[in-house]
């Protein structure tokens, strides 16, 4: 089974800094997609980013990136000029689509602070 | 573009009573997930539909958790009876399906039982 590791419970960043948020996963497959969805205390999740793994080369959404590593099973997220509206759970994903199937498999979090 | 809603918003009960929650998706998305997410954890798939069939439902308690999506639209999750370890966030997300298929979510029901 799929699993999805977010090694970091907590971080900190000030605002306009930049910050990266780790995310490792395992899997056999060689075709799937990642995602990191950002949940403020609202609780809706939101996508912040994603990428395919056939695509090498990395995501950008204005001030968020990625660092996707494929055969290291990595994928962080970076995050510049910090904002205060940034703090949030952060979530990163693994999707594996098998026929109409397509589960999203969630990390346990990355809770995001940002400080004046 | 409405986004997913979800109903109601909180909701506490004392085990073994039962408990329903509604979700209505984005128009036009034929995929809706129901997702579990216990405090402090990331959300777990519950079931998936695709239109009014279950894709996936290997992750569902069927002894006392079911769910229906009548024609296709507006999908209920319910609870029956509920126990102490049910108590967390319900969501609901729904996708158009083809391509990326990217999964917007509702702001979830949060479930407490006592």
């Known amino acids: 089974a799929q699993t999805v590791t977010q090694s970091q419970p907590e971080m900190s960043v000030q605002e306009a800094e930049t910050v990266t948020l780790s995310c490792t996963y395992d899997?056999?497959?060689?075709?799937?997609?990642l995602f990191w969805y950002k949940q403020p205390p609202s609780r809706q999740m939101i996508l912040v980013i994603r990428q395919e793994a056939y695509k090498q080369q990395n995501a950008t959404e204005n001030r968020f990136s990625v660092n996707f590593q494929k055969a290291a099973k990595s994928f962080s997220l970076k995050i510049s000029d910090s904002q205060l509206g940034d703090a949030a759970m952060y979530f990163c994903a693994y999707r594996r689509d098998t026929g109409t199937a397509s589960k999203l498999t969630f990390g346990t979090g990355t809770r995001l602070q940002v400080t004046l | 573009e409405a986004g997913v809603a979800q109903s109601p918003r909180y909701k506490i009960i004392e085990k073994r009573q039962s408990v329903a929650f509604w979700c209505n998706p984005i128009?036009?998305?034929?995929?809706l997930y129901w997702y579990q997410q216990i405090l402090g954890q990331g959300p777990k798939l519950l079931i998936q539909?695709?239109?009014?069939?279950?894709?996936?439902d290997s992750q569902l308690p069927k002894d006392r958790f079911s769910a229906e999506r009548l024609k296709g639209v507006d999908s209920t999750l319910k609870i029956q009876p509920a126990k102490l370890e049910d108590s967390a966030v319900y969501l609901c997300?729904?996708?158009?399906?083809?391509?990326?298929?990217?999964?917007?979510f509702g702001a979830g029901t949060r479930l407490s039982v006592l």
């Open positions: 128009s036009g998305h034929a995929t």
């Open positions: 539909f695709q239109n009014n069939g279950v894709v996936d």
């Open positions: 899997t056999s497959e060689s075709d799937y997609y």
């Open positions: 997300a729904s996708s158009p399906g083809g391509g990326v298929n990217i999964q917007y």
